[in-house]
């Protein structure tokens, strides 16, 4: 005899459409008792972060910061914040793309948040981190050299904030090679900036308001790019779902 | 990366037709396992209701490593064991529909199931699992919680009781 015997036990269509019923109320039921908090969303999202960007940016400020403190010359630390401005932004980039190099799309798509939620959650991440480590290499900076804030503000947060706009712009671009793209950008911005004050003439004929206007110009562009391409997120790094 | 991962992470993204999916899918084998440990058609539809409802509850921190059906397995071992202890006759009505000149298969599956019933549950767990589920023996040690030699020992002592109960010769 066959020992094991097939034994089939039919299945009513009734008690299937019960159980796919209650499963959905139970799945529905089960998220709203599992639901987390904002503050929990950002810690978990922090954990997958890759923390030695932070350091290196951290140490790169540091590094500017001692060199002011060296220099003498006026010419020396524009050049020197014009660099390093463009250099501090974009040394997230592979954090930010690091989604789209894994094809991690795939998965981000198909778990409980959106892709929306993962990348707001994530720049506000690096927003603060950076605004953290920028207060105080500010603060650093008014400290050790007779640098005045305004000249911080205009030498390094000015380019530092074209730079998040390229980099935004590529990255919400859809394009493959937007990393690639954004380094290129960023490197012809940083040389038109260092031409730009490095030249005496052009450098002085713009006046403190000027300069004021130019710096709320790029942060309200900064902020245009992010909310916008947070609201288009999803039609360009949504990627193909592989199940249809 | 299997089929499962995907059809979970799309439940866990709130797709209504993928959790019809996955309850279609595993709904059939859930039932036969809950038949054989119930013994009630209605009470084994309930069980497996259950089943699907206790893992839907928690499908957003289930984390998918091995196969999903053991996972279920696991839910509806504990359920049956906790929430249907009291083993019941099967009553000949309850058995699946067959054409007459069946009726030889049909006495023998009433045979099996009345042995079955007489075997002592820790035995008949494992022998529903390997025989009428054709789970493997490592797997059935996961599911329960239990050692592999010990669910080998337990294969090995319900072939010698359902051959005996079934009088039949020692079973292969």
């Known amino acids: 005899m066959k020992y094991r015997i097939p034994v089939e036990i039919s299945a009513g269509e009734d008690a299937i459409q019960k159980t796919i019923a209650a499963s959905k109320a139970a799945f529905v039921a089960g998220e709203a008792v599992q639901s987390i908090s904002s503050a929990e969303f950002l810690y978990q999202q922090s954990r997958y972060i890759r923390k030695c960007w932070w350091m290196v940016q951290a140490l790169l400020l540091l590094g500017v910061c001692l060199m002011l403190h060296a220099l003498e010359s006026d010419y020396l ?41 993962i990348y707001a959650a994530r720049l506000t991440l690096f927003a603060g981190m950076d605004l953290l480590l920028l207060t105080a290499f500010f603060l650093g900076a008014s400290l050790l050299t007779q640098i005045t804030v305004f000249e911080l503000m205009t030498q390094f947060l000015l380019p530092f904030n074209v730079t998040c706009c390229i980099c935004f712009r590529c990255l919400y671009g859809g394009r493959n090679s937007s990393e690639a793209l954004s380094i290129l950008l960023c490197a012809i911005w940083t040389g038109l900036w260092v031409l730009v004050v490095l030249h005496e003439t052009i450098y002085d004929a713009i006046s403190v308001p000027m300069w004021m206007a130019f710096l709320a110009t790029s942060a309200a562009y900064l902020g245009y790019t992010v909310r916008r391409g947070q609201q288009n997120i999803i039609t360009f790094l949504e990627a193909k779902p592989s199940w249809n | 990366m299997d089929s499962d991962f995907l059809l979970i992470c799309r439940m866990k993204n709130g797709d209504d037709a993928a ?14 396992y809950c038949h054989f440990r119930i013994k009630n058609q209605a009470d084994a539809e309930d069980a497996v209701q259950e089943v699907f409802v206790r893992f839907f509850s928690t499908l957003s921190v289930y984390q998918h490593y091995g196969k999903v059906q053991n996972y279920l397995y696991v839910i509806a071992a504990n359920l049956c064991r906790d929430s249907y202890r009291k083993p019941g006759e099967l009553p000949e009505e309850e058995l699946p529909e067959s054409p007459v000149e069946e009726m030889e298969p049909v006495n023998l599956r009433l045979d099996v199931r009345e042995a079955l019933a007489k075997l002592p549950p820790e035995l008949r767990e494992v022998t529903i699992l390997f025989f009428f589920q054709e789970v493997k023996q490592k797997e059935i040690a996961k599911i329960l919680g239990i050692g592999l030699p010990l669910v080998k020992y337990r294969i090995k002592r319900a072939k010698e009781l359902l051959a005996v109960y079934l009088g039949m010769e020692e079973m292969p």
Not at chain 1, 80 to 107: H, Q, S
Not at chain 2, 20 to 26: D, G, I, S, T
């Open chain 1, 77 to 117: 630390v524009r050049r020197t914040l014009g660099i390093a401005a463009p250099l501090f932004a974009t040394l997230i980039l592979p954090e930010f793309w690091k989604n789209r190099n894994c094809d991690a799309m795939e998965v981000e798509k198909t778990t409980l948040f959106s892709i929306r939620q």
């Open chain 2, 19 to 32: 959790i019809e999916a996955f309850v279609r899918k595993y709904y059939p084998v859930l039932l036969r």
